[in-house]
C-alpha cells in the first residue's frame, strides 16, 4: 500500500495531533502566528482606530481554527490578550499609554 507510520503526536492540518492542549508548547504555533503579523504591522503609521480594526478582524480570527477543535486554556488567553494589548495602546516613541479600559 506504500503508506508510512507515524508516531504521535503529528501534525494534521497545521494542529498536532495527541498533543497535550494544556500545555504551553502546544499552543506555541498561534503565538508565534500573532507575533509574526504583529511585527509586520507598522503601529506607528497607523491610528488608533486603524489599530483597533487590525485586532478585531485579523488577530481575532487566527487561533478560530485551534479553538474549533480545543479549549484555550487560560494562560495563553491571557498571553494573547497582552499582546493585542501592547500593539493597541503603544504610542509613537515605543513606550505604552495609559490604557482606557482594563
Given at each position: 500500500m506504500n503508506c508510512r507510520t507515524m508516531t504521535c503526536?503529528?501534525?494534521y492540518l497545521g494542529i498536532?495531533?495527541?498533543?497535550?492542549?494544556?500545555?504551553?508548547?502546544?499552543?506555541?504555533?498561534?503565538?508565534?502566528?500573532?507575533?509574526?503579523?504583529?511585527?509586520?504591522?507598522?503601529?506607528?503609521?497607523?491610528l488608533f482606530v486603524e489599530r483597533l480594526c487590525l485586532i478585531n478582524?485579523?488577530?481575532?480570527?487566527?487561533?478560530?481554527?485551534?479553538?474549533?477543535?480545543?479549549?484555550?486554556?487560560?494562560?495563553v488567553a491571557k498571553i494573547l490578550i497582552r499582546l493585542q494589548k501592547r500593539f493597541l495602546w503603544r504610542c509613537e516613541d515605543g513606550r505604552e499609554k495609559n490604557s482606557w479600559v482594563s
Amino acid at each position: 500500500m506504500n503508506c508510512r507510520t507515524m508516531t504521535c503526536p503529528f501534525v494534521y492540518l497545521g494542529i498536532l495531533i495527541e498533543a497535550n492542549v494544556r500545555c504551553l508548547e502546544t499552543w506555541e504555533p498561534i503565538i508565534l502566528k500573532f507575533k509574526k503579523r504583529l511585527a509586520t504591522w507598522k503601529h506607528k503609521h497607523l491610528l488608533f482606530v486603524e489599530r483597533l480594526c487590525l485586532i478585531n478582524s485579523v488577530l481575532s480570527s487566527l487561533p478560530l481554527f485551534y479553538l474549533s477543535f480545543f479549549k484555550i486554556p487560560e494562560v495563553v488567553a491571557k498571553i494573547l490578550i497582552r499582546l493585542q494589548k501592547r500593539f493597541l495602546w503603544r504610542c509613537e516613541d515605543g513606550r505604552e499609554k495609559n490604557s482606557w479600559v482594563s
